[in-house]
């Protein structure tokens, strides 16, 4: 990837996206960087690793776009002028992210979203394509404009702030025909949905489920026809305040089994909490009389107690199955599971734009490869955490052969 030092004064999007094959094709890097043994270095042997899930063909609906990624000494205060310390320009979008990070696992990710027929989202397809994101499902407009956020990363606090431009004309259901669908939804193991391009996305979950396709929705917040959309899912990764939002419970615990409890479909729910890691519920296959009723929250704060403090690396501590109770809500058949996060050393933490959409790309490459839950959450926490050492949010996403990741799948 290139990275620019900018003048303030330099507004990004006149820069010529035709320079973007340069910043995703192989041969942009330096001879250094492209040599075998550099490579070696920093992959593994393929002999090394498990095999391939048998069905890796991933479904997905959602948001593309482009990222203008800006990193600053310190956020500017208002009617500041200060300068990058250097900038990124490249693909991002929920969906656009997850997919990337999905098929540099392995898998064969198909986008069905919208660009427009502009240098950026020319940059767009193209870096799909080097990736091995299947892109002939994307709707290309010969007017308007493609969508694109500006980011600005604070590399004192380690935040980002986004400022998002959506593209023109929106996508409309009509544009993606029933031949097309069916192409799509041909032979994928499961479809994950970012909850935008929501008439879209219901008209995909709909054929999904008729097809008996696994759903995984992403719910990062409240959206149109997020509601129904849930009610086809088979599973959900949710942002840390979505679920109490959602159900109104007191507590994240409560609020994962009010979800489960309110989508009969939902296998199990997972909640996002950054450095914290994560917190997921799992129904239960078959109903058990004899399991004792426990409190959910006072089995997190079990679960946590047993949490090794000194651990760098993910971990996940898993109650047994029992019927979780949250009261005033009801009561759940089931499993408490809760993952930490990488401890990455503050010289190493660069940028978490797209830590998230890194995280569902491992559990969409995790529900392929029928990985326990166990299994599955310190990979996907892992996975993320590789992916914030480096600006932007595909820059620093692993390959299945990084050797970072050996010891997870």
């Not at 041969?27 to 960087?33: G, V, Y």
């Not at 997190?300 to 019927?323: G, H, R, V």
Request: glycine content about 8%; charged content about 20%.
């Amino acid at each position: 990837m290139l990275t620019l030092s900018l003048s303030p004064c330099l507004n990004p999007t006149s820069l010529n996206l035709v320079l973007f094959r340069h910043w995703t094709t192989p041969t942009s890097l330096p001879p250094r960087l492209r040599s075998p043994l550099v490579k070696a270095r920093f992959k593994m042997s393929s002999d090394s690793l498990p095999p391939l899930p048998d069905n890796r063909t991933v479904l997905g609906c959602g948001g593309v776009g482009l990222d203008f990624l800006a990193a600053v000494a310190s956020f500017p205060k208002p009617d500041d002028k200060i300068r990058s310390t250097s900038l990124k320009v490249q693909g991002g979008g929920n969906a656009g992210n997850a997919l990337t990070c999905a098929a540099r696992l392995g898998l064969n990710p198909r986008i069905i979203s919208k660009v427009a027929d502009d240098p950026q989202g020319k940059g767009i397809v193209e870096e799909f394509e080097a990736d091995g994101v299947d892109t002939s499902f994307l709707v290309v407009s010969e007017e308007g404009n493609s969508p694109f956020t500006y980011i600005i990363v604070d590399n004192q606090t380690k935040t980002r702030t986004c400022i998002h431009t959506p593209g023109e004309p929106p996508m409309t259901p009509d544009e993606l025909s029933q031949t097309a669908l069916l192409s799509a939804l041909d032979g994928a193991r499961i479809v994950y949905l970012d909850g935008r391009l929501p008439e879209t996305a219901m008209i995909v979950a709909q054929e999904a489920s008729r097809k008996d396709i696994p759903i995984l929705i992403d719910a990062e917040r409240q959206r149109e026809l997020l509601d129904d959309l849930l009610k086809l899912a088979n599973y959900a990764v949710c942002s840390v305040k979505f679920p109490q939002v959602w159900t109104g419970a007191p507590s994240v615990p409560s609020a994962l089994v009010s979800m489960l409890l309110r989508l009969p479909n939902l296998r199990f729910v997972i909640v996002t909490l950054g450095e914290d890691g994560c917190i997921m519920v799992e129904r239960s296959l078959t109903e058990s009389p004899q399991l004792e009723e426990v409190d959910v929250d006072s089995l997190l704060e079990q679960l946590k107690q047993k949490k090794d403090d000194s651990a760098t690396l993910p971990t996940c501590i898993s109650s047994l199955e029992t019927k979780l109770t949250a009261t005033g809500i009801g009561t759940l058949s089931g499993r408490l599971l809760v993952g930490t996060a990488e401890k990455v050393p503050p010289s190493e933490l660069v940028d978490t734009t797209g830590a998230g959409d890194a995280f569902i790309g491992a559990i969409l490459y995790a529900i392929c490869a029928n990985m326990p839950p166990e299994k599955m959450l310190p990979f996907a926490a892992q996975v993320a955490a590789v992916g914030c050492r480096a600006l932007g949010a595909r820059t620093g996403l692993p390959h299945r052969t990084d050797p970072r990741l050996a010891s997870f799948l």
